[in-house]
């Protein structure tokens, strides 16, 4: 079964990976990544975003199992 996973394309058109399942957060916090999500849109608001901003920080939710979690930000290159 193939992980699901964060990828974007760079300014060369080449996909890059962010992260994926079964990858490894290090750290006292982090661990294998068990589950990756996008944070929900807000109510009322079609055009405001969660997930990413014009600075290219992309912030997501991983699982690492029962009861941990953690929110990451991640910084595409070249943005």
């Known amino acids: 079964m193939a992980a699901?996973?964060?990828w974007f394309t760079d300014d060369d058109s080449a996909l890059r990976l962010v992260l994926r399942e079964g990858d490894v957060i290090p750290g006292d916090?982090?661990?294998?990544?068990?589950d990756i999500k996008f944070l929900e849109h807000i109510a009322d608001s079609p055009?405001?975003?969660r997930s990413f901003n014009e600075r290219g920080e992309l912030i997501y939710r991983?699982?690492?199992?029962?009861?941990?979690?953690?929110?990451?930000?991640?910084?595409?290159?070249?943005t």
Request: aromatic fraction near 4%; proline fraction near 7%; charge should be positive.
């Open 4 to 6: 699901s996973g964060i």
């Open 29 to 34: 916090r982090g661990g294998r990544v068990r």
């Open 47 to 49: 055009t405001q975003t």
């Open 62 to 78: 991983v699982s690492f199992g029962p009861g941990r979690q953690a929110i990451v930000k991640s910084t595409l290159p070249g």
